[in-house]
């Protein structure tokens, strides 16, 4: 069995400090997920991470700092907005791209010429990072393509024995990842919409962060297909759920909806209610999925969200499982 450490003991978080500082992989919660934390300097630790998730060796890791000045160690330039974004929104859900410093390992960047930052919220997580002493790159606890743990319990499922130890802080406050923006270039873009949403970043800014496009860098988060349980779903207008489940119930598929709306589609074997706010709705959303796809069903239908806010990163995750359950590629055969 995987060690899991209780996170508010200071002894417990001394031991996983120590752990990282060695070159051990330990995952610790976040505000967002919980996060498969290395000591960012070491090669070889970073290694392990690539290893455990089973990611590609050239999809970057975030750096997490225990405080918006350890910036400068990490990063060559820090061009005045990312201060003051750092100001208003670190200790946070916002990851800062920039220009990476030398010395930062290829391994954590992928090879590419920019690091991504971010300063946690979790009182645990910067307890641990401050304990550290120094950046821990830390992905999302799961394999690679998987849905990301909110769960001590889910990160144990995922990754089990290949990490040396598990921090529980209980279930994340945010619930979906960090908001990502590249500020290493002439004009901010947002190259994954997240806990912080865009309109957020604007009043700072003085205008929306631009689209990733077509150049953004390569980035699994970005991938057409991720966030996906093993269960195809598909994402359905709240007017067509009833339509859609009587269509698979009747070619014999046990169905399951997930909605926030007040939708009971009579075909479906379970209709699960979610939070009508984004900001819950986000929280519980991925420890859902979890469990309706241990569920046995042949197909989930979740009801297709609002826009605008923090409904951007529930819309996107919730895409992104769609394309990478297999539900439409299952639709064209
Ligand atoms: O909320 C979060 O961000 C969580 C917690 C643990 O902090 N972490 C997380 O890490 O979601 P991960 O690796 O699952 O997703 C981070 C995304 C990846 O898509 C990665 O490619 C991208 O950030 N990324 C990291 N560094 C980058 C860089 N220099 N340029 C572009 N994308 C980068
Ligand atoms: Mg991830």
Redesign the pocket.
């Known amino acids: 069995m995987v060690r899991i450490l209780p996170g508010g003991d200071e002894r417990a978080l001394r031991e996983a400090a120590g752990l990282l500082r060695r070159g051990g992989l330990v995952a610790f919660p ?7 934390g290395a000591l960012a300097r070491d090669p070889a630790a970073v290694a392990r991470v690539f290893a455990a998730k089973g ?1 590609p060796a050239d ?6 700092l225990a405080e918006a000045g350890w910036m400068g160690r990490w990063a060559r330039t820090v061009p005045e907005p990312a201060w003051r974004l750092a100001e208003r929104f670190w200790p946070g ?1 916002l ?1 800062l ?2 220009p ?1 410093a030398e010395g930062v390992p290829d391994a ?3 090879g ?1 010429d ?3 930052l ?1 300063v ?1 919220a979790h009182r645990i ?1 910067r307890r641990l990072v401050a304990a550290v002493g120094d950046g821990v790159a ?5 394999r690679f393509g998987r849905i ?1 743990p909110t769960r001590a319990e889910d990160v144990a499922a995922e990754l089990g024995e290949a990490v040396d130890a598990i921090v529980d802080g209980g279930p994340c406050a ?1 619930g ?3 908001t ?1 923006l ?1 500020v ?1 270039g002439a004009r901010p873009r947002l ?2 919409p ?2 912080i949403p865009a309109e957020a970043l604007a009043e700072v800014l003085g205008e929306m962060p631009a689209p990733a496009g077509a150049a ?8 057409a297909a991720h966030y996906a349980p093993r269960t195809p779903l598909e994402l359905v207008p709240g007017a067509e759920l009833a339509a859609r489940a009587a269509a698979l119930a009747a070619r014999g598929a046990r169905v399951a909806v997930l909605t926030h709306g007040a939708e009971r589609p009579a075909a479906a074997a379970v209709v699960e209610r979610m939070p009508a706010q984004a900001e819950g709705y986000a929280r519980a959303l991925y420890a859902r999925l979890r469990g309706l796809d241990a569920g046995g069903f042949d197909r989930i239908l979740v009801a297709e969200p609002p826009r605008g806010g923090l409904w951007e990163a529930v819309a996107d995750r919730l895409r992104r499982a769609a394309a990478g359950s297999g539900a439409e590629e299952e639709e064209r055969t």
Request: hydrophobic share 35%; net charge positive.
């Open positions: 976040t505000e967002t997920v919980y996060g498969l990611r999809h970057p890791l975030i750096v997490h859900p990851t791209v920039l990476r954590v960047t992928g590419q920019t690091v991504g971010r946690p997580a830390a992905p999302s606890a799961n990301s945010v979906v990842e960090s990502i590249d290493s190259l994954r997240g806990g953004a860098p390569r980035s699994p988060g970005r991938l």
